[in-house]
């Protein structure tokens, strides 16, 4: 009976991580169970690059030291000069966390189970197969629970006629006018004729792929794109809640990703968010690290209280953008904001219905 040092639950990015960052320089053997065929899976993660993003600097498709957020009345840019706005693809980083001296053995397979034996885990696979590691790194994450809010979106990447796209500048959130929903339009120009452009909802209910599909032929048409080949595409859901699972009580398993907490729940954002989270675990002695801070968590509980009670269009996000300068947004997408940031944020916000949540969160 083998005893792998460390078994991965999904190889997604956080997965993945743990494959590179906890084990990659090492030559123990581990093994990893993923139920997908994750070769057939592309997309790309945007962050801003912060101190803990640079050592990934080499694999970033593309970096933006500008981006615009606004309607079709307003248009706010914002720049940045040392901290740009980066995309890793899957692709990249699946190759770059393979890529180790330690021993990885893969099993396409779907876990259904995993016990405490002794000081080992038993691991069982849906084929009824059974598996012993010490140590367990679980990534498997609820992304829709009754009631709560979520970000899901359509993207399609093109290819246009020469010279349409500002390759310089990205289109972080373009909000169009719907009945009770908020929508907007994310463009990543990567050159002056190809583009990922995705329609994003924030809604208790994901919609049929023909929804998003119109509103970014209305997006294109609005800016005269009507001939473009597409090339792939793109879909998702992110969970706008906290996970329940964040901490194990057992000191040998560790939940990683989204899983463990590493979503931002406010914006979706979680990839940089799981990268830091496995770098913090790989210099602690506990199973859990707190990625997001208590302030930023409790802003964000209270921002995402305001959006499920309120009809938000988006201008309260564009009052944010307009009253924050580009590092200064930056630093509150990414954590990072000092108190000046923090207030204000806390300003541009609307008043009443914000003191209204404060009260009512626990
Ligand atoms: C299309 C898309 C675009 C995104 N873009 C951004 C972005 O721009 N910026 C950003 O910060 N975040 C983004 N996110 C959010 C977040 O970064 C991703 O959701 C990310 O994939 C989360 O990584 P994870 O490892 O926590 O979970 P997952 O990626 O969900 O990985 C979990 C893995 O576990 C596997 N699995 C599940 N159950 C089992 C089982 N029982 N047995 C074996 N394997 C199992 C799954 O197949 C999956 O591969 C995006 C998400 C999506 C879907």
Redesign the pocket.
């Known amino acids: 009976m083998k005893i792998y040092k460390a078994a991965i639950?999904?190889?997604?990015?956080?997965?993945l991580a743990v494959n590179k960052i906890l084990y990659g320089d090492s030559s123990i053997e581990i093994i990893a169970?993923?139920?997908?065929d994750?070769n057939n899976r592309d997309?790309?993660?945007?962050?801003w690059l912060t101190e803990w993003m640079k050592p990934f600097e080499n694999i970033i498709e593309k970096k933006w030291h500008k981006w615009s957020i606004g309607d079709k009345n307003i248009n706010i840019t914002h720049s940045s000069g040392e901290k740009p706005y980066c995309?890793i693809s899957f692709k990249k980083w699946k190759n770059y966390c393979l890529k180790t001296k330690n021993k990885l053995k893969i099993k396409n397979?779907?876990?259904?189970n995993y016990l405490p034996v002794k000081n080992y885990f038993k691991i069982i696979t849906a084929d009824n197969n059974e598996y012993y590691a010490e140590k367990i790194y679980d990534?498997?994450?609820i992304k829709e629970k009754k009631d709560e809010l979520l970000q899901h979106f359509f993207g399609i990447n093109i290819t246009v006629a020469d010279n349409t796209f500002d390759e310089n500048k990205l289109t972080l959130m373009h909000f169009t006018k719907e009945k009770n929903l908020l929508h907007f339009i994310y463009v990543l120009p990567f050159s002056h004729n190809k583009a990922l452009v995705e329609s994003t909802v924030f809604s208790k209910k994901v919609l049929k792929k023909n929804w998003y599909r119109e509103k970014i032929n209305d997006y294109l048409g609005e800016k005269n794109i009507s001939d473009y080949k597409e090339n792939s595409t793109?879909?998702?859901?992110?969970p706008m809640f906290f996970a329940e699972e964040k901490n194990s009580p057992r000191s040998n398993i560790f939940n990683?990703?989204?899983?463990g907490g590493?979503?931002k729940p406010s914006t979706?954002?979680?990839?940089?968010?799981?990268i830091k989270q496995i770098q913090l675990l790989k210099n602690s002695k506990k199973n859990y690290v707190n990625i997001h801070k208590f302030l930023e968590r409790k802003m964000d509980k209270i921002f995402i209280n305001f959006l499920k009670n309120n009809n938000e269009d988006g201008q309260s996000f564009i009052k944010l953008a307009s009253n924050l300068n580009g590092n200064e947004f930056q630093s509150f997408m990414m954590g990072e904001s000092n108190f000046l940031t923090k207030l204000k944020i806390i300003k541009s916000m609307p008043k009443l219905p914000f003191i209204k949540e404060l009260f009512k969160i626990r």
């Open positions: 639950i999904g190889l997604g990015p956080s997965g169970f993923e139920n997908e994750i997309n790309f993660f945007g962050f995309v397979k779907k876990v259904v990534s498997r994450s793109e879909i998702g859901i992110i990683i990703g989204i899983r590493a979503c979706g954002y979680a990839f940089s968010f799981l």
